[in-house]
């Protein structure tokens, strides 16, 4: 399987679909442990609630019910690598490694690590061809589309960055699961390809995510001497994590199959950097207001998308 041309409906598409939804993610998960006070809680709440709608869905929708039944025989076959199942798991793992980063660093230099983890890890994910595309040659114009990106994000967290504030643990660590959202991404393809459901897809990968988190969250009670946290007030879309999420990671398993790791990474970073823009234009955060070090990181990333995907449209 080859990727397809990157035309502006797709791109428009991955943009607010996987991009938009994922800085309301960011911002619903984080509002949602600021009230908790314990990210990992948080982060199974939100994976929770998008696996208990997804289950709806496949009890109600006979074709996505379908998508899921065909994704064990595909495994036992050969034609689906069973270590691709999974991959929830890693999105469970990420959610330890953000809660661990940005408690250090805070959200700025977390999405700085984070986003030169997926960019760079992208490129290596497509080469060697772990997504169901097949292998992407490691080209100068993919590489210096990639820096562009880190550069963007950068440049758009500049007035929030603080020497101060650094750690390197904590970078590694948003480095880290930079690297593994680009592998599930991958991953996420590879059962896509196998159900040819999208939402059956998702359905698996909120399934294992949700099953780590329950595992990291009974670790922390029984082990670490945690207590169960509840909100007792906070707004109502704090609750919608799990919503977006799901948005998010099916866009991912539709648009990965199709253009490849890094290029769908490109486009969701553009989206999630114009989502910022607009929140702080919009809906802003205390003192924030509109920051020119946000526009021009938005203009870099529309140039990066350009240079990974103009050949291609």
Not at 74 to 95: D, H, K, Q, Y
Not at 154 to 176: D, I, K, Q, T, W
Request: hydrophobic content about 60%; overall charge positive.
């Amino acid at each position: 399987m080859s990727a397809r041309p990157l035309g502006l409906a797709a791109f428009a598409v991955i943009f607010v679909l996987s991009g938009f939804m994922n800085a309301l993610q960011a911002r619903a998960n984080g509002e949602l442990t600021l009230h908790i006070g314990n990210g990992v809680q948080a982060a199974l709440f939100s994976f929770g609630s998008g696996f208990v709608i997804l289950s709806a869905v496949v009890l109600l929708a006979p074709t996505v019910r379908s998508g899921v039944r065909r994704i064990i025989p595909a495994a036992r076959s050969g034609e689906l690598a069973w270590w691709a199942v999974p991959t929830g798991v890693l999105g469970g793992i990420f959610i330890g490694l953000q809660s661990y980063s940005t408690a250090l660093v805070g959200v700025a230099l977390f999405s700085v690590g984070m986003v030169a983890g997926q960019t760079a890890n992208s490129l290596l994910v497509d080469r060697v061809g772990l997504s169901p595309i097949g292998k992407t040659a490691l080209t100068s114009r993919r590489v210096v589309a990639a820096v562009l990106a880190t550069l963007a994000v950068v440049v758009a967290a500049a007035g929030r960055l603080s020497v101060s504030e650094l750690s390197v643990p904590a970078l590694l660590a948003a480095f880290a699961g930079g690297c593994l959202v680009a592998v599930q991404q991958a991953l996420n393809g590879r059962v896509n390809v196998a159900s040819r459901q999208p939402i059956s897809t998702t359905w698996v990968n909120f399934l294992f995510g949700t099953l780590a988190l329950l595992i990291g969250v009974s670790i922390g009670l029984v082990a670490l001497g945690a207590s169960v946290q509840a909100p007792t007030d906070g707004p109502v879309w704090m609750y919608l994590g799990g919503v977006f999420g799901l948005t998010f990671i099916v866009t991912a398993a539709w648009a990965v199959p199709r253009y490849g790791v890094l290029v769908f990474a490109l486009v969701t970073i553009a989206g999630q950097l114009t989502a910022a823009l607009g929140l702080d234009l919009l809906a802003p955060v205390g003192a924030n207001r509109l920051a020119w070090p946000l526009i021009a990181g938005v203009v870099l990333t529309f140039v990066a998308v350009l240079v990974a995907a103009w050949r291609r449209a």
